[in-house]
């Protein structure tokens, strides 16, 4: 039987870990599918406090766990496939069938990116169609590439994308970005960055090449379809929270976003933190913020346990 069981290994269940090694409880660290989860499919980071010249995030990452093996946190690797929490104490099993039980689970699952679902876009994955412009940028040495979507994740994608290819299309549904003024402002003013406004993705073409060669663009405001010679198609489009296998088990809003108060989930010894309990801010620092406060949280119910 664990202490406190973290499942995820991004900023939210590395500082949970971090925390709990600390206090002497042993933590047991499930490593999923992506380790690190989603810092390593982004570039440079430079909003994470301590680091003033910047720091690429998969380093970033491996800093952190480097930390957390320090003070004797250990790790498994394994891909959750379902838990029960309605029992007297909280199990999980992995996909190879193993079964943890632990006093406190913390989960820090993270979210993933979300694809538009239109056939064509499944059938190119891996083609010429990808959501990780620093996993795949460079295989559109000066190409011409198109980013959907209005947000930050487009812009830093775009941008990103502006390293190493010839010009990048920006496709947006509206007329107007959501990205924060910083990142619209660098995109808009990056001469190989041009947009296409008020328009969505019909289609990924292939030409039966089995590789992308172009869009087909939807005009939503006329309804006027046009095609653009692209060889990739990135998405910038959000994320989806990593809850599946909690169905039914936690208390979650409309999209999947785990429902917690200071960490604290509906089951009593089971916390949420990091992008699986927050659709709002979603940045490495928040989510390491919440996985201290779900880390306090364990110890504190540990201690009225007794243990
Ligand atoms: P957002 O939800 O902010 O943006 C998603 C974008 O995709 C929107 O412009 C949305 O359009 C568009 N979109 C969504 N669904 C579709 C669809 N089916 N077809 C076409 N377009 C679609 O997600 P992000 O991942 O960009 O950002 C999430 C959070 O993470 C934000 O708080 C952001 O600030 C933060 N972040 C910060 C970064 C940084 O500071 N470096 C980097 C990346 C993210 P519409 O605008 O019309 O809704």
Redesign the pocket.
């Known amino acids: 039987m664990e202490n406190v069981l973290i499942i995820g290994t991004g900023p939210a269940g590395l500082t949970a870990a971090l925390y709990a090694a600390r206090a002497n409880l042993s933590p047991l660290v499930i490593e999923g599918l992506t380790p690190g989860g989603q810092l390593t499919t982004?570039t440079e980071?430079?909003?994470y406090p301590g680091f003033e010249k910047g720091i690429d995030g998969t380093e970033l990452v491996m800093i952190m766990r480097r930390q957390v093996e320090r003070f004797g946190t250990r790790f498994v690797a394994g891909d959750v496939v379902s838990v029960d929490f309605k029992g007297v104490v909280p199990s999980v099993t992995l996909s190879d069938g193993q079964k943890l039980e632990s006093r406190t689970v913390i989960v820090a699952t993270g979210a993933s990116?979300?694809y538009?679902?239109i056939a064509s876009e499944q059938k190119l994955r891996g083609r010429g169609v990808s959501a990780c412009a620093t996993c795949d940028g460079a295989f559109f040495r000066n190409q011409h590439v198109a980013v959907?979507?209005?947000?930050?994740?487009?812009?830093?994608e775009a941008l990103f994308l502006t390293r190493m290819c010839k010009k990048v299309t920006v496709?947006?549904?509206?007329d107007?970005?959501?990205?924060?003024k910083i990142?619209a402002d660098r995109a808009t003013a990056n001469p190989k960055i041009d947009f296409v406004w008020d328009s969505?993705?019909d289609e990924v073409l292939d030409v039966a090449k089995n590789t992308v060669t172009g869009l087909r663009l939807k005009n939503i405001k006329t309804g006027a379809l046009t095609e653009m010679a692209v060889t990739g198609l990135f998405l910038?489009?959000?994320?989806k929270p990593n809850t599946e296998a909690f169905k039914g088990q936690l208390d979650m809003d409309e999209n999947g976003y785990l429902l917690a108060e200071n960490t604290r989930t509906n089951v009593k010894g089971v916390f949420a933190a990091g992008d699986v309990q927050d659709?709002?801010?979603?940045?490495a620092v928040t989510a390491a913020g919440t996985g201290c406060m779900a880390a306090l949280e364990a110890e504190r119910y540990l201690e009225s346990l007794g243990q």
Request: glycine letters at 16%; hydrophobic letters at 35%; charged letters at 25%.
């Open positions: 982004t980071v430079e909003n990116a979300l538009l679902g959907v979507g209005g947000g930050d994740t487009a812009m830093e496709v947006h549904r509206r107007k970005l959501r990205a924060s990142m969505v993705v910038g489009i959000g994320h659709h709002e801010y979603r940045q």
